[in-house]
Nanobody, 122 residues
């Protein structure tokens, strides 16, 4: 049984940083694509076959960084320079390893976490 558990959300101010974690069980993050979405369907970031295969939405490029720790079976989303528009429930999702635009598609992912709320105050 695959389970994804997000953590790290909270209330922060504009310009602050936050790191979200996605802890996986039942599936190895090292051989999977892991994506972060907000409001369930809006793509934020993904990491594919290799650590070189990272993808970001234009709205977060340069501010967010996705990474994974295979030993901990966990994927992280480092979020810097947060803005009120980043306020959302963030979900992590797991799917088959990928490269290219398919890694950014909601339909690629077959397991989802329950989400963690990020609120950025102005």
């Amino acid at each position: 049984q695959v389970r994804l558990v997000e953590s790290g959300g909270g209330l922060v101010r504009t310009g602050d940083s936050l790191t979200l974690s996605c802890a996986a069980s039942g599936r190895a993050v090292g051989s999977s694509a892991i994506g972060w979405f907000r409001q369930e369907h809006v793509f934020v970031a993904a990491i594919g076959w290799t650590d070189a295969n990272t993808y970001y939405a234009a709205s977060v490029e340069g501010r967010f960084t996705i990474s994974r720790d295979n030993a901990k079976n966990t994927v992280y989303l480092q979020m810097n320079s947060l803005k009120p528009d980043d306020t959302a429930v963030y979900y992590c999702a797991a799917g088959p390893g990928c490269s290219g635009n398919v890694c950014t598609e909601h339909s690629w992912y077959d397991h989802w976490g329950q989400g963690t709320l990020v609120t950025v105050s102005s």
